[in-house]
């Protein structure tokens, strides 16, 4: 079992920036590909980002394309997402997540995650 523990919301004003860390323990992530994902008070939750476990390929929803980017360093058993021009849209509670991987790409980039971390609120103003 993978525990995946978030950190690194907090508030901000629109437009500015924020970076988030999601720091694994129980296994290495070498093999997993990680994902980011966001859930507002009365939404579904959406697909943010995703990464392959060598970090050579990353996947984005359109909504954060440009904006966001996630990164990742297996040595240090951690998955960040760095997030600039953020805007009110954004505000939400952003959790990490894992999926074993075989392959160095994501067929279906947005599905298949089955470990999650509780979550860090990061909230945008005006």
């Known amino acids: 079992q993978v525990q995946l523990v978030e950190s690194g919301g907090g508030l901000v004003q629109a437009g500015g920036s924020l970076r988030l860390s999601c720091a694994a323990s129980g296994v290495t992530i070498s093999s997993y590909a990680m994902g980011w994902f966001r859930q507002a008070p009365g939404k579904e939750r959406e697909f943010v980002a995703a990464i392959t476990w060598s970090g050579s390929r990353t996947y984005y929803a359109d909504s954060v394309k440009g904006r966001f980017t996630i990164s990742r360093d297996n040595a240090k058993n951690t998955v960040y997402l760095q997030m600039n021009s953020l805007k009110p849209e954004d505000t939400a509670v952003y959790s990490c997540?894992?999926?074993?991987?075989?392959?160095?790409?994501?067929?279906?980039?947005?599905?298949?995650?089955?470990?999650w971390g509780q979550g860090t609120q990061v909230t945008v103003s005006m």
């Open positions: 997540a894992a999926k074993r991987t075989t392959q160095p790409i994501l067929v279906t980039p947005s599905v298949g995650f089955y470990s």
